[in-house]
């Protein structure tokens, strides 16, 4: 009885494709969520990896060419109004609010410095917004994405002692597939959630790694800023 029960065993399709397509409605509507999540997941880490990886470029090339020593009213008006890069854009804000606080005969308006400031917070603050843009997907992939295969797990093996009960059989050949594909609902949910809670953790680094970054190019700016002010 024992080899009959080994050898049905054997002759079931214990395949990925075999085990999705015997599973459930509901728990096959599990998984396509899960896989839809999953690329969604994948598809927003490798689209911040080329982001970060652009932005820190742009940065360093933008620094070299700031403290190259040409006057920063020459790179100004290089850049013009269209600035390509994060760190260019913080600078055009800065340099914009300047020429905005003077006088038509020179004079500073009082308050410029405050005002280049904020103009320049104001610009961070969009960048660090564009940054972190798709990163709250992964945190909620992450954090769901388990409990999904798991409602899908709990669902297919509710439905598989189901069968074994109109079965009235708990041999082996009975009781594995449906287990099986249970299963494969909580290996999908992991499958989804571990990259998306790796890489999250990953990426939320980086971009406070660059945001700081540009305040503390925006601090050293106003600095600069602040000295022609003293002179003025």
Known sequence: METETLALAQEIDFSMWSLFMRATFTVKLVMIVLLIASFWA???????????????????????AFWSGEPLDDLYRKIGDTPRSPTERVF???????????????RLIAGAQSRIDRSMDVAIAKEAEDLQ????????????????????????????FVEIAKAQNTNLAVVAPG?????????????????????????????????????????????ILSRQLDRS
């Open 42 to 64: 994948w598809a927003v880490i490798i689209q911040k990896l080329i982001d970060y990886r652009r932005a820190r470029r742009e940065a360093q090339m933008f620094d070299m």
């Open 92 to 106: 055009v804000s800065g340099m914009t609010e300047w020429e905005r606080s003077h006088h038509d005969d020179g």
């Open 133 to 160: 843009k798709g990163l709250p997907l992964l945190a909620t992939v992450g954090s769901t994405a388990p409990f999904i295969g798991l409602f899908g797990t709990v669902w297919g093996i509710m439905h598989a």
């Open 179 to 223: 287990i099986a594909e249970a299963l494969l609902a909580t290996g999908l949910g992991l499958l989804a959630a571990i990259p998306a809670v790796i890489f999250y953790n990953k990426l939320s680094a980086d971009s406070d790694r660059i945001v700081a970054g540009y305040e503390a190019f925006a601090d050293e700016f106003a600095t």
